[in-house]
């Protein structure tokens, strides 16, 4: 049997032929059809879908209300990923309109943009700086993904939740999180510094993936309520081997929950290339298997971004349940600043992707639109640089804490014997201080 | 006055603490339609409806995990772990997650989650069904872990559980499901959630134990007289935080003290207490604290069982040797 036929028969699960869309327009052809290079549409390929849709109808069980609202068989055409990802802004920063996925966006928004991912680099600079310089333990760059961050974060309402892992700087510029709050995080001096509510904004999370089980709890719970709030979830590829990816994804799915996963792809999990961690045809093709869409985009461009996260937004707003989104990007920075990926990034990929850059390409298309004046470049620069110096003053060797807050926020209502433990600290705190003074 | 089997007490506090408070909802798997393998929540999805007890899939580390985003929506969730080895799924986002939110958050998110756990042995069931893994839960900072002894004390328990603003792990001795005894409700109130209690009072030797094994104590304490021994058993209630006040009382009045638990011995609760014991009442003990407990070997068998876990024989054995001193 040829490689081919195995991989078709195995990745339909039976003998009757997958249908995919055919990105040139063409009637849907087999996948076996098409690994063979024979692009001979079916007779009638709609017969076989009716027939389908017809079987899963009769398979339909008899479920408790809440299920029955949510539970409908998709249509798989609308699953699966298109053949090229979304593409809305050339390399070239020309703009190619896509019907699937209007672009709403005015001049002023554009600028918007703009801003937002010129404080983005600015800030992951001044991270990576920090670092550099001891003021932080640790920093994880998001330098190549702005735009992916940036343009999906832009796409959702004040009042959506927001679910990042840990690199979701350019999202965090978005939703106006103070950054000096968000370093304290790799700073340690406490583990997050911004209240959860108060910013729709989850603590960023270290472990991989366990956040997404989180966002399909709150999306049902907002669903359950009626409150027609979107939340996004965004996650690494590598995250996509861990169960909870699974389950999130799973849950969301099974209860119609109003959540867009958003997977960055930057090709590297630390070490390891995204082709260890699947072997589905693309991450987006997951989505089949929740019965949700996948949909597959170029995750240097910030219009795609924009726009197709803004289409499954608010078709989860509006009951249509969760969607999987790919963003193809690349991750330009080490894993974390304790990473050296010259042990492991071959230097040619790292320059092609450089070329890609979103925000040259951003720019481009800006200055074809003539919005990008020397009063924006300017406007925005000052406001970058009194940002980043603002956050550097406020975190350079500030105080580390009260040792003793190790206790105050483990319990709403505490044990007694915490304060055994508490007056055990103090006396070793005043005995080390006593000593510091007679040394002085 | 009325009687209530344990399973049928934690069920009315289900029931009565979603009627008092619109934000507590219950989910796991078979909760819903089939009311629960041990029928716990048996009727609340027709009193309740679908959106308040919903079964889910086949997954604990997310119900764990949705009951997390839940409580971050300000509701009060109460998901089930079907059985305690089935929680192992669910251990990260116990440990990392629901018990370190609060803290990492600097105090801004409470999860008031309490979550249930069937747990203990003495069931002729296969294997995993039948764990003690209380440990794993006291060991992790930022849980409270309670466990009923009685039928009141299963309704009692699970509705200040529910109402704590910390999350909660809510252990219940599955043997004792089907244990019948007096319940009148309301229950007082007056009795806090930490707090262990004395079930028997007695001046020789200590029995302290919790949740399974507390009958197993109070039956000891009975045969024991017999044998000329005047037995107290304390009931813990609480595993963490543990009632030191109550714990110390009792060593000061008997200076022997045997510690009960199906668990194995090693790091079990017994160690803990036991240290804690020696540490602040060590000149109170006329004898060291023992522990009659599981062994240090995987749960056995079904037909093993009886051989395995403490019973009245064994506590009674473990008394006499701390009498003996």
Redesign the interface.
């Known amino acids: 049997m040829a490689f081919e036929d195995r991989v078709s028969i195995n990745r339909s699960g039976s003998k009757l032929p997958v249908l995919v869309h055919d990105s040139t327009g063409q009637e849907p052809v087999t996948v076996a059809a098409k690994r063979r290079g024979t692009l001979k549409p079916l007779d009638d390929p709609s017969a076989i879908v009716k027939d389908r849709s017809e079987r899963m109808e009769k398979k339909k069980p008899k479920l408790p209300a809440v299920l029955d609202k949510v539970w409908k068989v998709p249509h798989p055409m609308d699953l699966l990923p298109s053949e090229e990802p979304i593409q809305l802004l050339t390399p070239d920063g020309e703009l190619q309109e896509n019907k699937d996925y209007p672009l709403d966006l005015s001049d002023e928004d554009f600028r918007s943009l703009y801003r937002y991912l010129i404080l983005t680099r600015r800030i992951d600079k001044e991270g990576i700086n920090l670092q550099r310089q001891g003021q932080l333990g640790i920093y994880t760059s998001c330098l190549g993904q702005e735009g992916a961050q940036v343009g999906s974060a832009y796409a959702l309402g004040r009042e959506d939740w927001i679910f990042p892992s840990y690199r979701e700087h350019g999202v965090a510029r978005v939703r106006e999180v103070d950054p000096v709050r968000l370093f304290h995080h790799s700073r340690g001096t406490w583990i997050s510094d911004h209240d959860p509510r108060e910013w729709r904004f989850a603590p960023q999370t270290v472990p991989i993936a366990t956040h997404l089980v989180h966002a399909a709890g709150l999306a049902m719970a907002a669903k359950f309520d009626g409150d027609p709030i979107v939340v996004i979830a965004y996650f690494g590829d590598g995250a996509n081997s861990e169960g909870d990816a699974h389950e999130g994804m799973n849950f969301a799915s099974i209860f119609g929950a109003p959540l867009i996963f958003f997977c960055q792809n930057n090709g590297w999990a630390l070490s390891v290339p995204v082709e260890r961690q699947i072997s589905a045809p693309t991450i987006a093709h997951r989505g089949i298997s929740y019965g949700m869409p996948g949909v597959r985009i170029d995750g240097n461009d910030v219009l795609a971004s924009y726009a197709v996260t803004k289409k499954l937004v608010e078709r989860a707003r509006n009951g249509g349940g969760p969607a999987l989104i790919e963003a193809l990007t690349y991750r330009m920075e080490a894993h974390s600043t304790a990473d050296d990926p010259t042990r492991y990034v071959p230097q040619e990929e790292h320059d092609q992707w450089a070329s890609q850059d979103p925000i040259s390409r951003f720019e481009t298309f800006m200055k074809d639109r003539e919005l990008l004046n020397s009063e924006l470049v300017d406007g925005v620069e000052k406001e970058a640089l009194e940002m980043s110096t603002r956050v550097r003053n406020e975190l350079y060797d500030a105080p580390h804490g009260d040792p003793l807050e190790v206790f105050d926020h483990v319990y709403v209502d505490p044990p007694r014997h915490f304060e055994r433990q508490r007056e055990q600290l103090r006396g070793e705190i005043e005995r080390l201080r006593a000593t510091d003074g007679e040394e002085d | 006055m009325p009687t209530f089997t344990m399973a049928e007490a934690l069920n009315r506090a289900l029931r009565d603490e979603m009627e008092s408070d619109d934000r507590v909802?219950v989910f796991g798997e078979d909760v819903?339609?089939l009311g629960g393998v041990f029928r716990v929540t048996d009727g609340l999805?027709s009193k309740f409806?679908?959106?308040r007890c919903?079964?889910?899939?086949l997954?604990e580390?997310?119900i764990?995990?949705?009951?997390?985003?839940?409580a971050?929506?300000d509701?009060r969730p109460v998901p089930e772990m079907q059985f305690d080895a089935f929680a192992y799924?669910a251990f990260?986002?116990i440990v990392?997650?629901m018990a370190?939110?609060?803290?990492?958050?600097?105090?801004?998110?409470?999860l008031p989650i309490t979550v249930r756990v069937p747990y203990g042995g003495g069931i002729g069931s296969v294997e995993l069904h039948c764990e003690s893994p209380e440990t794993y839960w006291v060991h992790t900072?930022?849980l409270?872990v309670v466990t009923p002894g009685t039928t009141e004390d299963a309704y009692r328990l699970l509705r200040q559980a529910i109402r704590?603003?910390?999350p909660v792990v809510f252990l219940e001795p599955k043997r004792r499901y089907w244990m019948r005894e007096e319940l009148e409700i309301p229950v007082s109130d007056h009795l806090p959630m930490?707090r262990a209690l004395v079930r028997r009072e007695g001046s020789d030797v200590t029995l302290l134990a919790y949740g399974p094994m507390v009958k197993t104590a109070l039956e000891a304490a009975q045969v024991g007289l017999d044998m000329g021994w005047d037995i107290e058993v304390v009931d813990l209630r609480s595993l963490?935080?543990?009632d030191?006040d109550t714990i110390l009382g009792s060593i000061q009045k008997t200076g022997r003290c045997v510690v009960v638990h199906e668990a194995s011995m090693t790091l079990g609760m017994g160690a803990e207490i036991s240290a804690r014991i020696t540490e602040l009442a060590f000149y109170h003990l006329e004898a060291p604290v023992l522990r009659a407990t599981g062994f240090d070997t995987p749960y056995p068998p079904a037909k093993l069982e009886d051989y395995w876990l403490p019973d009245v024989d064994r506590i009674l054995d473990f008394v006499e040797r701390a009498s003996a001193y």
């Open positions: 909802v819903g339609v999805q409806g679908p959106e919903f079964d889910t899939p997954a580390s997310a764990i995990g949705a009951a997390i985003g839940f971050l929506y509701y799924p990260e986002q990392s997650h370190k939110y609060h803290n990492r958050t600097r105090g801004a998110i409470r900072a930022g409270k704590s603003d910390d930490d963490n935080p543990l030191e």
